[in-house]
């Protein structure tokens, strides 16, 4: 197995941005997977958890941060909520805006 292709997929928790569509230019996280090349996503605002938004891995782009909290809950409940998903989104802006990226 090529292990480049391995670290290019997306892991449960992971922030994302969209970058076509509607929701183009926002964040979301990475609730679950479909086949080899989609992805469902909520952010616990406008998209929550119980309908998430199916995406093409093509269509977002990955961001180097995984929530744990959030990962930890889908691994051990199967769900999380949609607040413990705005949480990790807020997390992730504040930790970037300090970096100033």
Do not use: W
């Not at 997929?9 to 990475?30: H, K, S, Y």
């Not at 180097?64 to 998903?85: C, F, I, M, P, W």
């Amino acid at each position: 197995m090529n292990v480049a292709a391995v670290d290019c997929r997306p892991r449960q928790g992971q922030i994302v941005r969209v970058l076509r569509g509607r929701d183009a230019g926002q964040f979301a996280v990475v609730i679950s997977f479909e086949e080899s090349h989609f992805v469902f996503l909520a952010d616990g605002d406008q998209r929550k958890f119980d309908h998430p938004k199916k995406k093409n891995v093509k269509h977002i782009q990955l961001i180097n941060y995984v929530s744990e909290d959030v990962a930890e809950a889908l691994r051990q409940h199967g769900r999380v909520t949609n607040a413990k998903l705005r949480y990790a989104l807020n997390q992730y802006l504040l930790l970037s805006e300090q970096k100033g990226e």
